[in-house]
Antibody, heavy 123, light 108 residues
Framework: QVQLVESGGGVVQPGRSLRLSCAAS????????MHWVRQAPGKGLEWVAV????????YYADSVKGRFTISRDNSKNTLYLQMNSLRAEDTAVYYC????????????????WGQGTLVTVSS | EIVMTQSPATLSVSPGERATLSCRAS??????LAWYQQKPGQAPRLLIY???TRATGIPARFSGSGSGTEFTLTISSLQSEDFAVYYC??????????FGQGTKVEIK
């Protein structure tokens, strides 16, 4: 079965960096686009970034553009999020999520999610 | 960026009753609209994609409709496990994806 396991969260000071990882299993990782979505404490969902199946295309939310970098290592079945110049407003649970297609070949967004990893930006 | 607006913010419904949630896009997203359910302490779960297609394993009491800028999620007869927060999300074009602010469905 599909499993997505995030790691790398923790407490970090403003202005510092952190790298999150998402280990994938149970599917052909190199065939699917992957996303990061975050949720600040008590708030709603915010889409952060997406990377295509082969890493050739990436897109970011305006709130993280220029500070965060999404990447993947298909040989290791792992998705990453490099977060630089962290701010207090980046405090959130970060989820990785997987795209897929249905039996008709239609795109299915964010059908599988990890359990999330908490990032706290505080001095 | 396409802005998604959900209404109401909170919906109070009795078990067994029908719940109707709305989502409006600031510009057309065609049928590129998904709905997610999130319970406290859990990751979101995909319910509906393509505006009206139920995801695998989702009960038939959940249905989605709409296209363009106006969308609806209907839960035909609320069960105890359906009390949660529901988010809509547009995925028109390849990024950026955006979520609505959520509708909390609570027990009346």
């Amino acid at each position: 079965q599909v499993q997505l396991v995030e790691s790398g969260g923790g407490v970090v000071q403003p202005g510092r960096s952190l790298r999150l990882s998402c280990a994938a299993s149970g599917f052909t990782f190199s065939s699917y686009g992957m996303h990061w979505v975050r949720q600040a404490p008590g708030k709603g969902l915010e889409w952060v970034a997406v990377i295509s199946y082969d890493g050739s295309n990436k897109y970011y939310a305006d709130s993280v553009k220029g500070r965060f970098t999404i990447s993947r290592d298909n040989s290791k079945n792992t998705l990453y999020l490099q977060m630089n110049s962290l701010r207090a407003e980046d405090t959130a649970v970060y989820y990785c999520a997987k795209d897929s297609t249905d039996d008709y070949g239609d795109y299915v967004p964010l059908g599988y999610w990890g359990q999330g990893t908490l990032v706290t930006v505080s001095s | 960026e396409i802005v998604m607006t959900q209404s109401p913010a909170t919906l109070s419904v009795s078990p067994g009753e029908r719940a109707t949630l709305s989502c409006r896009a600031s510009q057309s997203v065609s049928s590129n609209l998904a709905w997610y359910q999130q319970k406290p302490g859990q990751a979101p779960r995909l319910l509906i994609y393509g505006a009206s297609t139920r995801a695998t394993g989702i009960p038939a009491r959940f249905s989605g409709s709409g296209s363009g800028t106006e969308f609806t999620l209907t839960i035909s007869s609320l069960q105890s496990e359906d009390f949660a927060v529901y988010y809509c999300q547009q995925y028109n074009n390849w990024g950026p994806w955006t979520f609505g602010q959520g509708t909390k469905v609570e027990i009346k």
